[in-house]
Structures are given as structure tokens and as C-alpha cells.
């Protein structure tokens, strides 16, 4: 994936994957903004699955939250008149 609006790397997902109680059914992203780390973890569980050739690891849900509006500069950037409504 190219980088755009995540800090998050592929490590970090496998880290999370690895440490959390087994097997993931659901993978919850808070922030998820344009949804580029979601793709990745998605990619991420699809990796682990084939990895370990898992069955029960396949019904992992992932679930992006996100306002869409952005963090606190992208709202300070934008026009003072739109930032009122």
C-alpha cells in the first residue's frame, strides 16, 4: 500500500494479531479516517490465515470507525466560514 493517512505498519497489526486472544473474530479500528490501515489489517489477517492455514481465524470481522471529518487540523484548515456550520 502506498502511505497516505496511516502511521501504522504491517508490524503493528502482526504484533496486535499475535498478542490478542485467539482466534480474532473481530478487529476493531477506531480513527480509521480514508480506511487505508483497515485495508492493511484486512491484508494482514488474510496473511496470518494462509499462514497458519486457519479455519476459525477466517471469520475475523474487521470494523472501521471514523467520523470522516478528520482530526483537529484538518478542521482548523478549512475555511472559518464552513468551520461554523
Not at 13 to 42: F, H, K, N, R
Not at 43 to 50: L, S, W
Amino acid at each position: 500500500l502506498e502511505s497516505f493517512m496511516t502511521h501504522v505498519t504491517a508490524s503493528d497489526i502482526d504484533v496486535v494479531l499475535q498478542v490478542a486472544p485467539q482466534p480474532v473474530s473481530l478487529y476493531v479500528e477506531l480513527g480509521s479516517y480514508q480506511g487505508e490501515s483497515a485495508i492493511l489489517a484486512a491484508q494482514r489477517v488474510a496473511k496470518r490465515i494462509a499462514d497458519v492455514g486457519g479455519s476459525a481465524a477466517a471469520e475475523t470481522t474487521i470494523l472501521a470507525v471514523d467520523t470522516f471529518i478528520g482530526d483537529l487540523r484538518v478542521l482548523w484548515e478549512l475555511d472559518p466560514q464552513v468551520r461554523k456550520k
